[in-house]
């Protein structure tokens, strides 16, 4: 089984820039597509962005995509989100996410097909 521990949320002004880190426990994380999902306050969770097993193939919701970007380091278990150019909408609280078994472009935005870490806050500030 594998554990998320996110981190490197914090409050940002607009425009800004954080760098999300998910540190995974269990060597079976280099086996998964992993993913960042979000949720603000009064809204449903929401996909953010997803990657293969290495860095070569992401993806991204609309509404970050050229803004944000995630990328992991296999050797060291850790899944990152880049995150540039923020914005007020941006906040939310952060999840690191491991699916459930294999990700196809039918599940990859479901959010319960998905464990998650406990999650980190980021907001911005107008």
């Known amino acids: 089984q594998v554990e998320l521990v996110e981190s490197g949320g914090g409050l940002v002004q607009a425009g800004g820039s954080l760098r999300l880190s998910c540190a995974a426990s269990?060597?079976?994380?280099?086996?998964?597509?992993m993913g960042w999902f979000r949720q603000a306050p009064g809204k449903e969770r929401e996909f953010v962005a997803a990657i293969g097993l290495i860095n070569d193939l992401t993806y991204y919701a609309d509404s970050v995509k050229g803004r944000f970007t995630i990328s992991r380091n296999n050797a060291k278990d850790i899944l990152y989100l880049q995150m540039n150019s923020l914005k007020p909408e941006d906040t939310a609280v952060y999840y690191c996410?491991?699916?459930?078994?294999?990700?196809?472009?039918?599940?990859?935005?479901?959010?319960?097909?998905?464990?998650w870490g406990q999650g980190t806050q980021v907001t911005v500030s107008v």
């Open positions: 269990g060597r079976t994380f280099r086996s998964y597509t």
């Open positions: 996410a491991k699916p459930h078994g294999a990700v196809t472009l039918q599940n990859m935005r479901r959010p319960d097909y998905y464990d």
